[in-house]
Structures are given as C-alpha cells and as structure tokens.
C-alpha cells in the first residue's frame, strides 16, 4: 500500500475538515495532554470520528468503511479473542482471498496488524472505521458470541451431573436449554435490552 507523507493534521486542512488555526490549537492541546492528534480533534468536537476515520485512511491509502452500513461476517470477527479486540480496537469483518479484513480505528497501530495476523493465521487486510463503530461492534459480535458460549457450557455442565436414571427429564431440560439459547441468541443479535418469560399452564 502507498502510504501518503502527508501528515494527519495537512489531510485534514487539505480537505477542508479544519483550518489553520485549528490545528494549531489541537497541536498544542496535544502537548498538554499528549495522546494523539486525532482523538484531541474529535474530543474538542473539531471533527466527528467518521470524519477522522476517512482521514486516517485517505492518509495511509486504506480504505474506510462504515461498520453501521456494512455487513459483518460473524464468523469471521470471532476470529480474535475479545480481550484483544477491545485492546487495540479492532474487529474482524470478513474474509477476502483469503485475507481477513480487519476493520481498525487506528491504523498506526503496526502490532495490532502483527498480533491479528499470528493469532488468524491469516494475512490482514486493514481497513479503517470509527472508533465508536469498531467497539458497538466487538460488544455485538465477539461479546455476545462469548457470553453464549460460556452459557451454554455451564447449562450442559449441570445438565450431565444430574442423575442418568431419569433419561426423559434430561432430555427436557436439554430441549429448554437450546430453547432458552436460541431466544438468548435472537436477543443479543437485535440488542434486545429486556427478556420477559411467562409461565404457562402447559
């Protein structure tokens, strides 16, 4: 990939996004704070992280995508472990010849790139997208995914610890377990904020 000289605060005025003294006034906020120039832009409300996403990627000639419009291969964003997803802000979002395009806020972030390519065993692809997208998806796809699986080892754990004798009961429970999973499962893929269960006569 051909990466551009141009630095992030020049593709910004290039661009219109920011003037001059704009500039000047995050550099120097930058000083105060450190962090990176991007993050003191969008915290003074200068640009909006969509805003810095298509920066970062024109800067580094990537190409940014819009996780909100964009369809993510739940298969493929499992991928990476949660844990380090949410470390470097990155998410798995499909399979391209064989490359995994990993959708990243940050695409300076050269270790993330290494670390997502030794634990896939695959070549990454990087593409850039918003900070507050790149987090609503890893709490969506890898930590929704997560907490089903653990679910579902405690509740077939405790199912194979009762008593062999009553064959018919352990299948009930087992049918009300993958009941319970499926609606469970429907439920962190709407982002469902309530599950109400109903007693029954039946």
């Not at 992030?8 to 704070?33: F, K």
């Not at 949410?86 to 064989?98: H, K």
């Not at 907490?147 to 429970?173: G, N, T």
Request: no cysteine.
């Amino acid at each position: 990939m051909a990466y551009t000289r141009e630095r992030l605060g020049e593709v910004l005025v290039r661009a219109g996004l920011i003037n001059d003294a704009q500039l000047l006034i995050a550099l120097d906020q930058q000083q105060l704070r450190g962090g990176k120039l991007g993050e003191v832009l969008v915290q003074e409300l200068i640009v909006t992280e969509d805003q810095l996403a298509e920066a970062l990627a024109e800067q580094k000639d990537l190409k940014h995508v819009s996780l909100a419009a964009s369809r993510i291969d739940a298969a493929a964003a499992v991928l990476l472990p949660l844990r380090m997803a949410r470390r470097r802000l990155v998410i798995p979002i499909g399979i391209e010849e064989d490359r995994l395009v990993l959708a990243m806020a940050d695409p300076l972030d050269v270790e993330a790139i290494d670390e997502a390519e030794f634990v896939s065993g695959m070549k990454v692809e990087p593409v850039v997208a918003a900070a507050s997208q790149v987090r609503y998806a890893i709490e969506k796809y890898i930590a929704g995914v997560d907490a089903l699986q653990e679910l579902e080892l405690v509740d077939r754990d405790e199912v194979a610890e009762r008593a062999p004798s009553d064959a018919d009961s352990l299948d009930d429970e087992a049918a009300v377990v993958r009941a319970v999973n499926r609606i469970l499962r429907e439920a962190v893929a709407d982002r469902s904020s309530d599950i109400h269960f109903e007693p029954s006569a039946d």
